[in-house]
């Protein structure tokens, strides 16, 4: 009987306890939507990054180059017409195409832009023809480069035995655009403001992804990734930029417009998209 009467006691004394875990998930479950509830609110604070692509301007040791005389008067009027609808944007930070070491270096150059924007660059590109123009009517006062430099060789599916898949490599490389029929223009007969409303699609931006880095993942040799390992180094070098930019200090009030070759744009489209810390802003919005 003593027995019996243990066990009930003890049974009374577990279903107590059980009865007091209750309230503590109920407590934690409170606390997570609550956590839930400040993210969403801090969400709002991202800082907003317009992002720009555009093709070289200037001297470039890219494997594909846009015929443009950057020293044309004419070039230069058409470029400060889209500087001026992009400066609306107002960007309190510019994000260039140039090493981070050289930093002092641009703002410098941008400064004297500054004091006299009629003011004759020996080699102008896409940064003194339109960064700085887009700075100078914003008022802009912080400038920053985040490129990182890296070797790697596009060319490498025509310097093998390719045997993973030839056929659509060298499809692809006889005419790439075609498999891209909203973007298969002629881009020679289009207007300056034109082709960057085209570079800046999404088609197109994915089509670079593509044709820079992707496609070479049909080439390489029996159990071998020659190619895979040549796009990653675009990957790589990406990525390395993208951290060049959180180097920098922001803040959500910031406003930062990030001009660089339309390749670096797609892969920063992609960055931006998922990043917990950007937002990105329509280009279109501007681009007028």
Sequence with gaps: MKLILFCYVSMLLSLSACKKEVPQIAEADTEFISRSHLSNEEEISKVPILNFGTFHMGNTNDARKTEFDEKNEENKRKVHKIANALAKF???????????????????????YIKNP??????????????FEVGRLSNTKRMYGIDHHMDYNYMIGDEIKNQIDATMYNQFDINPLLYYPKINVDEDKLSLLDKLKLTNQDDYLDFLIEANADILTHA??????????????????????????????????????????ASHTAFFRDFIKRSPKYKMVDTFDYLK
């Design 118 to 131: 009629k003011e004759s660059f020996k080699n102008p590109s896409e940064i003194e023809l339109l960064a």
């Design 220 to 261: 390489g040799t029996d159990a071998n990734f020659e190619g895979a390992d040549e796009a990653a180094k675009y990957y790589k070098r990406n990525l390395r930029m993208y951290s060049n930019l959180n180097r920098i200090k922001l803040e959500p009030t910031d406003r930062v417009f990030m001009i660089m070759g």
């Design 90 to 112: 107002k960007p309190t930070v510019i994000i260039v195409e140039r090493l981070p070491k050289y930093d002092k270096k641009l703002l410098a150059s941008y400064n004297e």
